[in-house]
């Protein structure tokens, strides 16, 4: 069935540092690949997505490209601040009716 | 910018009472669905509710759950007689649609914990 792996937290990183979270999946067909983040206290917020191989999606600074060929979604960030603290989670989906997801990695970033 | 809104943020129940949880979409969705996520675990999908039925669910999903849609407003979970492995946090999310997911929002979840 499908599923997403992705690495386990919490990752804590210095102000500016680099930022990669791996995520693999295993899927039937094509799925969407998402990266979600829950900020403390709010819900799961969409960062990016995309919806085929090669495609890149981005947004405040995240990206993460669609690799069919490894079937990873590796979400990355060159210059992380504090107020990227959060959990982040990779997800799928075929259809946008129901996503897997990953169980989430904690991000704690320190001045 | 819209908000799909949960309550209560936080409920504890006794093991084998009845308890719901209560959503209310972003007005203008018409799909809604219910996942939740065990501590440590995976987000993991229950259900999804399309013009007053539901369209697909989760092995979960048991007759223990149920979903209502009692006044066009709120979207309900009921859990008919809690167990303690249901404690988890029960996220809500609307969408405007399928295939394009437009829209598709998350609220902030209810953390149920059964004692």
């Known amino acids: 069935g499908d599923s997403v792996t992705q690495m386990e937290g919490p990752v804590t990183l210095s102000e500016e540092a680099f930022l990669t979270i791996n995520c693999t999946y295993t899927a039937t067909g094509y799925p969407s690949l998402f990266w979600y983040v829950q900020y403390p206290g709010e819900g799961l917020q969409l960062l990016l997505k995309?919806?085929?191989?090669?495609d890149k999606g981005s947004n405040k600074g995240f990206e993460a490209t669609y690799r069919k060929e490894t079937t990873s979604f590796h979400l990355e960030k060159g210059s992380v601040q504090v107020s990227d603290s959060a959990v982040y989670f990779c997800a799928l989906s075929h259809n946008f009716n129901k996503f897997y997801f990953g169980s989430g990695t904690k991000l704690n970033v320190k001045p | 910018e819209p908000e799909v809104t949960q309550t209560p943020s936080h409920q504890v129940t006794q093991m084998g009472q009845e308890v719901i949880l209560r959503c209310v979409p972003i007005s203008n969705h018409l799909y809604f669905y219910w996942y939740r996520q065990i501590l440590g675990q995976k987000v993991e999908f229950l259900v999804s509710f399309y013009n007053n039925e539901i369209s697909e669910k989760s092995e979960i999903f048991d007759d223990q759950f149920s979903v209502e849609r009692p006044d066009g407003s709120n979207f309900t979970l009921k859990i008919r007689s809690t167990k303690l492995e249901d404690s988890a946090m029960y996220f809500c999310a609307s969408s405007k649609g399928i295939r394009t997911g437009g829209g598709y929002t998350f609220g902030s979840g209810t953390r149920l914990t059964v004692v």
């Open positions: 995309a919806t085929k191989a090669d």
